[in-house]
């Protein structure tokens, strides 16, 4: 997720600092527009901004790209973002060679609740029941809602070199059959929610790829 969104879980609203979701995401371009121009960022959402809940998810719209139009990395015209690719969720991108399926996670709560040793604390559990199925979200009506698409988004019909998810806020880096699994955690610390469902969060840790021969190291900003 970009943001933390508003009413997306019970009593979020004493837990902000930013009651609007689209401040959120004016304060989310003050961020990122004091990364450098040659670091290239690539943007999906998640269930807590504010696009379609039913995967797949589309980009960003107009009106939440146009601010990162006048960040600094960008010139303001047309569509020019800078260093900012936006892409939906889930999206295959090519990083010099290397192929990475990018997906926000929202299965893994279907995973974690039907298959035994499947966890949250450790994410890439999930992922490998991900790949095992050739699919991203192989239960159906259940946590994640699917939109009624002609085409099936969540099929692995090309095996990425890095499948990289998020959503459950822990860190987890597992190789399995030469497919690097990576969940990137989060920058927040536990909320009064995740408590009540006994979760524990692995905040400030980053998992940085080397693309020549897929190596990770983790950057721990505690």
Known sequence: DLVD?????????????????????????????????????????????????????????????????????????????????????????????????????????????????????DPTTAMVEMMKRRHLSPIYWSRVSIAPETHDHFVIDRIPDILHCGHVHTVGVKNYKNVLLINSGTWQAQTEFQKRVNLMPTPAQVPVVDLSNLKTTMLKFE
């Open 5 to 121: 969104g508003v009413c997306i879980f019970p009593g979020q609203d004493k837990e902000l600092e930013i009651y609007d979701v689209y401040d959120q995401y004016k304060k989310a371009v003050e961020y990122f527009s004091q990364i450098p121009d040659h670091i290239k960022i690539i943007i999906g959402p998640g269930n807590h901004d504010a696009v379609r809940q039913a995967e797949p998810q589309p980009q960003f719209p107009d009106h939440i790209r146009s601010h990162f139009k006048y960040n600094g990395n960008g010139n303001g015209n047309g569509n020019d973002y800078g260093n900012i690719t936006f892409v939906g969720n889930p999206a295959m991108v090519n990083l010099d060679g290397v192929k990475v399926l990018m997906y926000h996670g929202r299965s893994i709560d279907d995973l974690v609740a039907e298959i035994p040793g499947v966890s949250y604390q």
